[in-house]
């Protein structure tokens, strides 16, 4: 049994087992930190997504709440300049690889970038960063259950976690590289046409509208 330690979350005082994910720590106690690509208990963290920074006293920079294990006596603060400022630049720049058309998303109320949004005071719009020139399929509307719109896809990695590891069938992928790079099948195929079993967990742990099961289903 892993041994109990105590650790501070601004200034909220933790009991949590040692070795824990800072993320699922201040989560499970009420502390919202921002994230997208994080599934609990996925082994190592992707931290692809850069949107769970902290700042932990004794560190030099701030840190992936993610990746962190929680340590006695850790002090933590979710909210600072440092942080705040991070934050805001890994949300700004994934916007600019998202279609913000959030009316017409199937997401839309729902979906997790407008909740770091309302939590953070950040805008669900382009700002700084320009919106990426890429080469984006179509939607993929052939399976009977679901749609894939990559147009809407953040790269956070949820949906090829759990079709690889808890549906065990490995019908997605990321493919191509750079700007570029993008979840599809194996050879770009249609969802109808590859293995996938339509089980519906990818669809389920994509936190924006990029799957989505069809209505009537």
């Avoid at 931290?47 to 709440?65: M, Q, W």
Wanted: hydrophobic share 40%; proline share 5%; net charge positive.
């Amino acid at each position: 049994m892993a041994k109990k330690i105590t650790l501070t979350i601004d200034n909220k005082t933790i009991t949590a087992s040692e070795g824990e994910k800072l993320l699922w720590v201040a989560l499970e106690n009420n502390i919202y930190i921002p994230n997208l690509c994080a599934i609990k208990n996925a082994g190592r963290p992707a931290a692809s997504c850069r949107l769970c920074f902290v700042e932990i006293e004794g560190f030099k920079e701030p840190v992936t709440a993610c990746t962190t294990p929680v340590a006695e006596g850790m002090v933590v603060k979710t909210r600072t300049p440092a942080v705040d400022r991070l934050v805001k630049t890994a949300f700004e720049l994934l916007l600019s690889d998202h279609r913000l058309k959030c009316s017409q998303c199937p997401r839309n109320r729902s979906c997790e970038l407008q909740k770091i949004a309302r939590e953070r005071g950040l805008k669900l719009r382009l700002t700084r960063f320009k919106p990426l020139e890429k080469d984006i399929p179509p939607v993929d509307d052939s399976a009977a259950s679901f749609t894939f719109d990559r147009s809407r896809c953040v790269l956070c990695g949820r949906c090829v976690w759990v079709d690889r590891e808890a549906a065990k069938v490995g019908a997605i992928g990321f493919s191509r590289r750079g700007l570029n790079r993008m979840v599809t099948t194996f050879q770009d195929t249609s969802l109808a046409d590859s293995i996938c079993t339509e089980c519906g967990l990818c669809v389920e742990a994509c936190p924006v509208g990029a799957l989505s099961f069809k209505k009537n289903e």
